[in-house]
């Protein structure tokens, strides 16, 4: 072989002259098959020189001996071919892999052919992940995946989010969905750990099929995290790099005509904004200082100055990695200075994935260590603080900033340390802090730490038989500090009220850990036409969670941050706890040439159950249909190119509400102790229910996949439906029982909807342009069937009285239930006749469902040699979102809605007044006016919280990105450099909104919990990301 190549050689150096021109090249691109393959795009490497093939797949094409061909198109793989000395080419090329032949990620992370699954699933490749440059994997997910519903929880430098598939399974418990890496199941908080750089795909398990395999951790679906491994022999290093910038995206409506007092008089040292009109004058504002000064400004409102509180956020990304055949190392650095001055985090990782084959032996290990060291803003701190002070009115960094009159020039006061009028004393504010003060006087520091580890041991007993048993060992540790500088206000700063700030500190260690152990045993084995597949494992898991913390609270020398530099008392305690769980499944599967069945089943014993009812099984059954492959008319059809039913069914079982001990009663240390050397305490509120069982989830859908055109369209189109019983609810009981409430399997709900998913490779196909599109749709809605008893209702967290999440008989799961105005039969609000004022209806009412009716997701992709841009769009609608920042910036009068009418008297819009002959009867208001607009707004405006509810549709362009990769002549002929991609991106870079929604971005949520749509005043605004980003393949 080598002399031949080295003979070649030699004829192509004495011939190279002759063939260094251009020539015209006739070429034919046929498939495997001989067909030809019209339209095809052929173009030489590197350069813009192009062409399509004809009808009959020929082409001519001018180029010299030694260009590369790069032959690609519908339904094809991109093929590269080298021009000879002759002038005739044929090009044979690979179909792309069909619909039913892609490979997808499953149980167990064993590979399967998505034509023999009977459930949906979905795939994402690494670089659509990767394309915006996400810090966090669940954010590159966002608008890609139907049935996927992604929110925000905090827009700092953790970017935590919320993931739920298909909605929920428990109205109380958990409804995250889990995450398998590499085979190990976890919890789905690992998913914001994980560098998205060393991602190969992630494979979305919408329903709950997977649990019969996984257990109840699945039973909310499966995230399935496959990550990149060494692929070829010779090493691959890859460096790359990402600078993205970050701004505030949506602010709430400020009104701007008004300043600091109240009742229309001016108060220079108030924050609300009910003070009189702006006209342009000089005035004071705070309080005169000891030495006679006093800071004036005009009045007159200062635009964006609330923005320009918040810094530009910047994150850097730097990565490396190496691989080879079996080995694969990876190392990130990730630095992130949040929009919060002063926050910053900074998160480092390092991976190693190594397998290697003995005869029928293989051994596989992946380790993965993360480490994030963070300093932020402890907005809890404060707000604990300004609750023992009674000024929760003015709690939450948002508050202080927004609620701050439009005059003030907020940015002045950074240095609090030596401008007087910037000081703890000497702010203007009589009744809040300066934010800048705030953010440096309590802070939030500490370092976590996540090692993620498993080990496979692989045996090929024969062609059709392979055991396997995995250990995982998942470890977290987060060390934490709380500190707070302290202050003492001067005998000036005490005549204005304020009180001292005590230094304090506390220290806190949480550590947790999950050690599994899993051993199964896979069957393929193929009988003529026909292929029998079966599983059987046995699975072990142990929690561990430790969390311990020590407190002082008056520390003696300021700034010491240490617990023995203290008065009093300390502060503190420990909690911990162990659960088990022990599982035995397995599953069997028939296969036949186009149609496939499996039946599964899984059995637990969990320790979070009495020993009566831990032990439960739950079966399952799929199907699948290639109808393209049974019936020969739509084999052969040229419209047709693969079309597939399937259906499957299951039962879970599903104890994410009960937590470790849930059943026992546990006591905690009572209010006032220890006293001295006497010690006391407390049972819990609720009453222990030994023979509580798991909730069940009884699911089935149904879906067809259709490819058409030779897979240039390709549709999915699924229906599920989920019976949701025995769910874990808490009911009032007698305060006799010395329990307040107790727990019970009571409530029941459904939960159904449809998934639309299409593609459209290619859209268009114009010469070297290219337009790829996929979307995707999905419409989720629930019923809550049942509750209790005598009982309707139940609330599932929010504010309650005012406005909350409940669950309600014959409604969605969840919906707002919150105070109203009170309204005649007609709708109308009704007034006082004298006042015009309108009442607070004593009855709270059902609003809106809180999780989305309809999500949409658009992803249209345009290439042209080498340039590639790429959009996505999403859209979210039939939902509501409370804004509580409404109700506090009603107080201070500083929304847009408190100028209405520029506070003048006005009728209040839609109402009515009691007829004073005919009671009962409501007379339409046209001319009684509401004439104390300061009172009204700060009282029962406040008091309804209908005011801040609105619609929370959203459309947003959830990411942008434009990469070129460097054509290959322009690298070098060293060949040191094999690829240099350069890309722009964004993410968020546009919100529309509803006119109604003046406060708050509505995907934005202030728990990872069941509750939805609530968004407060210590959630950061919303931002918009850009930057650059280069990659270098060595």
């Known amino acids: 072989m080598r002399k031949i190549a080295s003979l070649f050689t030699m004829l192509m150096l004495v011939t190279a002259f002759a063939f260094a021109q251009n020539r015209t090249i006739t070429g034919t691109v046929t498939d495997e098959k001989g067909d030809a393959l019209p339209g095809a795009s052929v173009r030489i490497k590197g350069t813009r020189t192009g062409v399509a093939a004809d ?5 001519r094409i001018q180029a010299k001996t030694g260009d590369i061909l790069l032959v690609s198109g519908a339904g094809i ?23 039913g032949t892609e490979v997808v990620v499953t149980a167990l992370g064993i590979t399967r052919q998505k034509k023999e699954l009977g459930y949906s699933t979905a795939k994402v490749s690494g670089a659509e992940l990767t394309k915006a440059k996400s810090v966090n994997v669940a954010n590159g997910l966002q608008g890609k995946v139907s049935g996927l519903n992604i929110t925000s929880v905090n827009n700092g430098v953790f970017e935590d989010v919320k993931i739920n598939l298909r909605g929920i399974r428990s109205l109380l418990g958990g409804n995250n969905p889990m995450l398998l890496l590499d085979g190990v199941p976890m919890g789905i908080g690992y998913l914001s750990s994980l560098n998205p750089n060393d991602i190969e795909d992630v494979n979305v398990l919408k329903g709950t099929s997977a649990a019969a ?27 790359g790099h990402s600078t993205q910038f970050s701004s505030i995206s949506f602010f709430p409506a400020f009104q701007q005509e008004f300043g600091s007092g109240g009742y229309g008089a001016y108060t220079p040292y108030e924050n609300w904004s009910w003070g009189p009109a702006f006209d342009g004058s000089v005035v004071e504002i705070g309080q005169v200082l000891p030495d006679n000064s006093v800071q004036t400004v005009p009045y007159l409102p200062i635009r964006k100055e609330k923005q320009k509180f918040f810094n530009t956020g ?33 998160r480092t990782g390092i991976r190693l994935s190594s397998s290697r084959e003995y005869g029928k032996f293989k051994i596989s290990m992946n380790t993965n260590y993360i480490q994030s060291n963070y300093d932020v803003f402890d907005d809890g701190a404060m707000g604990a603080y300004n609750a023992s002070q009674n000024v929760g009115l003015n709690n939450g960094l948002m508050n202080l900033i927004f609620n701050t009159p439009a005059h003030i020039p907020l940015t002045s006061y950074k240095d609090f340390e030596n401008n007087p009028f910037a000081s703890y004393n000497g702010y203007f504010n009589d009744y809040g802090l300066n934010p800048y003060f705030a953010i440096d006087n309590w802070r939030n520091t500490g370092r976590s730490e996540d090692l993620i580890s498993n080990v496979d041991l692989g045996f090929k007993a024969t062609s059709w038989l392979s055991l396997t048993y995995r250990a995982a060992l998942n470890m977290t540790m987060n060390t934490g500090r709380s500190t707070s500088k302290g202050e003492v206000p001067t005998a000036f700063g005490v005549g204005r009220g ?14 947790g850990s999950r050690l599994s152990s899993e051993a199964f045993a896979n069957v393929n084995k193929q009988f003529g036409e026909f292929k029998f597949s079966a599983i059987a494992g046995h699975y072990f898991r142990q929690t561990d969670n430790k969390n311990t913390s020590v407190a002082a609270g008056n520390l003696v020398v300021p700034e010491l941050f240490n617990v023995a530099n203290r008065t009093g008392e300390l502060a503190g305690g420990s909690s911990f706890s162990k659960t088990r769980l022990v599982s035995v499944y397995g599953s069997i599967g028939l296969g036949y040439k186009w149609a496939n069945i499996e039946l599964t089943g899984r059995n637990d014993k969990t320790s979070l159950l009495s020993k009566e009812n831990r032990s439960f099984f739950y079966p399952g059954v799929s199907a699948s249909f290639i109808i393209s492959d049974a019936i020969g008319a739509i084999k052969n059809s040229s419209v047709i190119s693969y079309l597939k039913l399937r259906g499957s069914w299951n039962k879970t079982g599903n104890v994410n509400s009960i937590g470790a001990y849930g059943l026992s009663s546990t006591f905690s240390q009572a209010s006032g102790f220890p006293y001295g050397a006497l010690a006391g305490f407390t049972a819990n509120n609720s009453a222990p229910d030994p023979l509580l069982k798991p909730e069940f989830v009884k699911a089935w859908e149904a879906g067809l996949e259709l490819s058409l055109f030779k897979n240039r369209v390709g549709i999915e189109a699924t229906y599920f439906h989920q019976d949701n019983t025995d769910q874990i609810i808490p009911i009032a009981v007698s305060s006799a029982t010395g329990f307040t409430t107790a727990t019970v399997n009571a409530a029941s709900f459904t939960n159904e909807g449809f998934e639309f998913d299409l593609k459209l490779t290619p859209l268009i196909q114009l010469g070297d342009v290219r337009i790829n599109f996929k979307g995707n749709a999905t419409y989720n809605t629930s019923v809550v069937t049942s509750v209790y008893e005598g009982l309707d209702e139940v609330f599932a967290g929010g504010f309650n009285n005012f406005a909350a999440n409940f669950v309600v008989r014959n409604n969605p799961a969840f919906v707002f239930k919150a105070t109203d105005y009170l309204r005649d039969d007609q709708g109308r609000v009704i007034v006082d006749q004298i006042t015009g004022e309108p009442s607070q209806d004593p009855n709270n009412k059902v609003f809106g469902r809180t999780m ?37 910036m009603a107080w201070t009068g500083i929304s847009k809605a408190t100028a209405v009418n520029h506070r003048e008297n006005f009728v209040f819009p839609n109402s009515s007044y009691e007829d004073p002959l005919n009671p009962g009867k409501y007379i339409a208001n046209t001319n009684v006016t509401l004439s104390n607009i300061n009172n009204f707004f700060t009282g029962v405006y406040r008091d309804v919280a209908s005011n ?8 947003r362009l959830r990411e942008a990105s434009i990469s070129y990769d460097l054509p290959k002549k322009l690298l070098g002929s060293a060949k040191l450099i094999k690829a240099v991609s350069v890309s722009i991106t964004g993410r968020n870079l546009y919100l529309w909104l509803p006119k109604s929604n003046e406060y708050s971005d509505p995907d934005f949520n202030f728990t990872t919990g069941n509750t939805s749509g609530v968004g407060v005043s210590s959630i950061n605004p919303p931002t918009r990301t850009y930057g650059a980003s280069a990659v270098i393949t060595f």
Request: charged share 15%.
């Open 314 to 346: 910047v994150t850097i990304q730097n990565d490396l990695s190496f691989a080879t055949k079996d080995f694969y190392l990876s190392v990130q650095d990730a630095i992130i200075k949040g929009i919060v001055p002063d926050d910053k985090n900074r």
């Open 852 to 888: 989305p009716l309809w999500i949409v997701g658009l992803n249209p992709t345009v290439s042209w040699k080498n340039l590639t841009f790429s959009v996505v769009g999403e859209y979210k609608g039939g939902h509501t979102a409370f804004h509580k920042i409404g109700d506090d």
């Open 55 to 59: 009808n009959n797949g020929q082409f």
């Open 498 to 511: 304020f009180a001292s700030i005590p230094g304090a500190v506390s220290d806190s260690a949480n550590r």
């Open 213 to 239: 395999i996984y257990g109840p951790d699945a039973v909310n679906g499966v995230i399935v995290v496959t990550t990149k491994k060494g692929k070829v022999s010779a090493p691959v290093i890859t460096l």
């Open 948 to 955: 801040f509810l609105t619609s929370a549709a959203a459309w």
């Open 77 to 99: 793989e991109v093929t590269e071919s080298t021009v000879g000395s002759g002038n005739t080419i044929q090009i044979t090329v690979k179909r792309a892999v069909s619909v």
